[in-house]
């Protein structure tokens, strides 16, 4: 039992120190959380634009921080359940809804981030963003393929 507290408390550290690196997915921002140049030069944004989107991109990478601690901590305890000798089913469902429950947590603030991004662009600027492709697959285009366009070529 011992050796299955280390182990637990290895995972969740390793969990929580995974969730917190891995936030810089998508290409909108740069590691500092400004917006990529490229973005600011094909959207014409103005400065207040810009402060705003960087204020919304903020607020949501706050909220989603201590969410994704939550999952990480959660994935590592369904690591634990299926490693257990016995499976105890009605655990590994109760988490299992645990873990989509703050999926779906994280989803919302993504989308809710997105819709009051859009609402803070002119409809010029939509208009250049729905060309760049950036609603496609999620992310800002820089020139080249990214996402499922370039994984569905054969």
């Known amino acids: 039992m011992k050796k299955l507290s280390i182990i637990a408390a290895l995972l969740l550290v390793l969990a929580v120190a995974t969730a917190s690196m891995a936030d810089s997915r998508h290409r909108f921002f740069d590691q500092n959380n400004h917006l990529d140049p490229s973005v600011l030069a094909a959207l014409n944004l103005t400065s207040e634009q810009t402060t705003k989107i960087e204020a919304l991109h903020d ?6 921080t201590h969410i994704k601690a939550q999952f990480a901590t959660k994935r590592a305890e369904m690591k634990l359940l299926w490693a257990q000798p016995t499976l105890d089913a009605d655990k590994i469902k109760a988490t299992q809804k645990e873990l989509q429950a703050l999926g779906t947590k994280i989803r919302d603030i993504q989308t809710d981030m997105r819709i009051a991004f859009r609402n803070l662009l002119t409809p010029e600027q939509t208009s250049t963003l729905l060309a760049t492709g950036f609603s496609k ?3 800002f285009k820089k020139g080249g393929e990214h996402g499922k366009e370039k994984r569905n070529r054969n």
């Open 59 to 64: 607020t949501a990478k706050k909220e989603m």
């Open 137 to 139: 697959n999620y992310r």
